[in-house]
């Protein structure tokens, strides 16, 4: 059993971290870090997933070569630029690696690299050239908030998780950063997420549970539908723990991937929470589904429509855009069996029974809908599969936010 | 070859049309007609598509028992309440065209019958039925622009259409009214649009017409990628013009296809125009395609992008987005082929070039930006296939109008 710690992405033995501002993007603010770092003291095996979209952002194709080998030593990214479709975006992504291992004395094929922000725009590489010595310089165990900073964009916190857990007598950590704002939409076309680890575990056990994992959380939040060209969630282990060897899916495999499940859903709740504009986190729960996949995509469908999420902005209990809204997701339920409830820490209103409108008190839906956090709970009265998903509101924010985002 | 007239759903001989204030929505404005009536003097042979939402209003499954005999007489619809998800929603919808009925000395089956609003609160069917025989008796050929008036909901003008073509030397004529604003989504989970004609033609062919054109213009526009429950294209024709019968694909069938496609275009853009909230109508032409499915799939991706919608309201080049949306679309396109450029009234301005940012003047891309209607135009450089979809920005209003519709 897990339990949560602190230390970010430092938080496990072994990783040190660091984030400089180096003047990625034109006028930024020297306050802002822009650029970071993350090392570990010895190899590590490495899992990684990838944005879905078919125009995929120059870093990822240099991560993916890096990591053919299942291993390596460290992180570099920078925001303020995607370094996307741009006619040097490749060799800029592979120069950034060459930076940090001249910095560290390492490989360029040591590093995974990843970048946020514009596509389209090339890279002031000088910048990121001169920085690195820095970065490397300012590396440390305590330097997990400073690497966070360096990578968030539209974010308006840092988001950070760390649990800790016994392994055949052992303590075993992971901790994470992650960023993600918009562009936040199911099938890893997410955010940036790296997670450390000092866990013992194979190449292929470690890839195994971070991409059932990632379907479980990453790939269930949405924040407006749109799925980015860069985004990633790398997860690296040291084995310094020296935990016995997780090598297939004995109970320390579902212990570590119980843990990995914990520290991942909640960054991905963070990441809703701080959607672009957001107001309020918004989660939709299908129970009582004929199957898992069905009661996601109904569940993607609601947190995603424009409407309910307008209406969440609004403290409406518009209940019937959920039920409109299940009703275009393509999965297939019976609308006649559908219960609807909202709920929250201000108590819970039941707003639609067996597919019909039900008389409720108004006030009190929006007392429950006022709240920080609200529940759609849907029960599908069909089966005995069930899904989270998580999404925000749609406010004025989100809309002056991307209005003019690039300028 | 067809031109342009006036009269919406009245244009066509033997139509006549009516909109009145009933009452439906409680608290409603005396001046804001909320029920409408279109009938012919001779019965038609009709066609319809309805919204593909899971989901579907009792009206929409009392028009198509009604149409079951492919003929009608006339169309009853109102706005302020879309008769679904309660438990009276089909009697109440039958209802409807039990009172019509009564009114014009015909049965109910004559009649089809649409509502639009609110989801789940019971219609007021008392409004109604009192509503009725106003109604019927305000029956008029210059009636077109009150029937239009008592279906809009969130629509900030009326959307209307007609034209009239020579076939076997009699002139034939389409006239429609639309509504549609939110909830505009592809696949026909888009608005009502009533069109009637005095074309001679077999409902076999009207048919099959509605069902292509609807999916070449009302099923390619996209407000807010939400369908809704109870939208439907019905489309009326009474044989009064006395145009030779066409019952096969002939020359006569291609000129009033043509005909009609203008006409579901025309309402098409309207409704994209008047989108809720927008403040400009954006149109994507995806070119070279290879299939014009793909082209279509990527169009759609672009003009339905939250990104994309919001960086148009900023009158932001930001094109990354444009290719960025492309690629979560999932159409197969290559994209180092791609071409971009933004284009107005005020001119146009290259952007991306084979899946590379130009350098390009953001002044005068501004300017192309600021004008009412922008086109985005995508080049993909594979093969010899087009779509057009249109949508519109997203604004401050669309957050502001749907945040507290219900209320």
Same mark, same amino acid.
């Given at each position: 059993?897990?339990?949560?710690?602190?230390?970010?992405?430092?938080?496990?033995?072994?990783?040190?971290?660091?984030?400089?501002?180096?003047?990625?993007?034109?006028?930024?603010?020297?306050?802002?870090?822009?650029?970071?770092?993350?090392?570990?003291?010895?190899?590590?095996?490495?899992?990684?997933?990838?944005?879905?979209?078919?125009?995929?952002?120059?870093?990822?194709?240099?991560?993916?070569?890096?990591?053919?080998?299942?291993?390596?030593?460290?992180?570099?990214?920078?925001?303020?630029?995607?370094?996307?479709?741009?006619?040097?975006?490749?060799?800029?992504?592979?120069?950034?690696?060459?930076?940090?291992?001249?910095?560290?004395?390492?490989?360029?094929?040591?590093? +995974?690299?990843?970048?946020? /922000?514009?596509?389209?725009? !090339? @890279?002031?590489?000088? =910048?990121?050239? *001169? #920085?690195?010595?820095?970065?490397?310089?300012?590396?440390?165990?305590?330097?997990?908030?400073?690497?966070?900073?360096?990578?968030?964009?539209?974010?308006?916190?840092?988001?950070?998780?760390? +649990?800790?857990?016994?392994? /055949?007598?052992?303590?075993? !950590? @992971?901790?994470?950063? =992650?960023?993600? *704002? #918009?562009?936040?939409?199911?099938?890893?076309?997410?955010?940036?997420?790296?997670?450390?680890?000092?866990?013992?575990?194979?190449?292929?056990?470690?890839?195994?549970?971070?991409?059932?994992? +990632?379907?479980?959380?990453?790939?269930?939040?949405?924040?407006?539908?749109?799925?980015?060209?860069?985004?990633?969630?790398?997860?690296?282990?040291?084995?310094?723990?020296?935990?016995?060897?997780?090598?297939?899916?004995?109970?320390?495999?579902?212990?570590?991937?119980?843990?990995?499940?914990?520290?991942?859903?909640?960054?991905?709740?963070?990441?809703?929470?701080?959607?672009?504009?957001?107001?309020?986190?918004?989660?939709?729960?299908?129970?009582?589904?004929?199957?898992?996949?069905?009661?996601?995509?109904?569940?993607?469908?609601?947190?995603?429509?424009?409407?309910?999420?307008?209406?969440?902005?609004?403290?409406?209990?518009?209940?019937?855009?959920?039920?409109?809204?299940?009703?275009?997701?393509?999965?297939?339920?019976?609308?006649?069996?559908?219960?609807?409830?909202?709920?929250?820490?201000?108590?819970?209103?039941?707003?639609?029974?067996?597919?019909?409108?039900?008389?409720?008190?108004?006030?009190?839906?929006?007392?429950?809908?006022?709240?920080?956090?609200?529940?759609?709970?849907?029960?599908?009265?069909?089966?005995?599969?069930?899904?989270?998903?998580?999404?925000?509101?749609?406010?004025?924010?989100?809309?002056?936010?991307?209005?003019?985002?690039?300028?």
């Amino acid at each position: 059993m897990w339990k949560e710690t602190t230390g970010g992405v430092c938080a496990a033995k072994g990783f040190k971290a660091a984030g400089v501002h180096c003047g990625v993007k034109a006028g930024s603010s020297p306050e802002k870090n822009d650029l970071a770092m993350i090392l570990s003291e010895r190899e590590c095996v490495a899992a990684a997933t990838y944005t879905l979209n078919r125009v995929k952002a120059a870093p990822l194709y240099v991560t993916m070569e890096h990591l053919e080998d299942g291993v390596c030593r460290g992180i570099i990214a920078n925001s303020g630029n995607a370094n996307a479709c741009c006619p040097l975006s490749h060799e800029n992504a592979k120069a950034m690696c060459q930076f940090a291992a001249q910095a560290t004395g390492l490989k360029a094929e040591d590093f +995974v690299v990843a970048s946020t /922000g514009v596509i389209g725009q !090339t @890279i002031n590489i000088q =910048a990121i050239q *001169s #920085g690195v010595p820095g970065l490397a310089a300012a590396l440390s165990e305590n330097g997990s908030e400073q690497a966070e900073r360096a990578i968030m964009t539209t974010d308006t916190v840092p988001k950070t998780a760390a +649990v800790e857990l016994e392994l /055949g007598g052992k303590t075993v !950590t @992971i901790g994470a950063i =992650a960023k993600g *704002s #918009g562009m936040i939409h199911p099938n890893m076309g997410t955010m940036l997420a790296f997670i450390t680890t000092d866990c013992d575990i194979s190449q292929e056990m470690l890839e195994d549970a971070l991409r059932q994992i +990632v379907g479980r959380t990453f790939n269930r939040v949405t924040v407006d539908g749109d799925t980015s060209t860069n985004d990633m969630c790398v997860v690296l282990a040291n084995g310094l723990a020296g935990n016995p060897l997780i090598e297939w899916k004995d109970e320390n495999y579902h212990a570590f991937y119980e843990a990995l499940e914990q520290v991942c859903r909640t960054l991905a709740r963070k990441i809703a929470a701080d959607g672009e504009g957001a107001s309020r986190l918004i989660t939709c729960t299908v129970h009582h589904a004929r199957s898992e996949e069905s009661a996601e995509r109904l569940a993607k469908a609601v947190v995603g429509s424009s409407l309910v999420k307008a209406a969440m902005f609004g403290t409406d209990a518009n209940w019937g855009r959920v039920l409109c809204a299940m009703g275009y997701s393509k999965a297939p339920f019976r609308p006649e069996y559908v219960d609807i409830k909202f709920a929250s820490a201000a108590g819970e209103v039941e707003v639609c029974r067996q597919g019909d409108g039900l008389n409720f008190d108004e006030e009190k839906a929006k007392q429950v809908l006022s709240q920080d956090e609200v529940t759609i709970d849907v029960n599908l009265n069909e089966g005995g599969e069930q899904a989270t998903c998580w999404g925000c509101d749609l406010t004025y924010d989100y809309v002056k936010i991307n209005g003019d985002y690039r300028t």
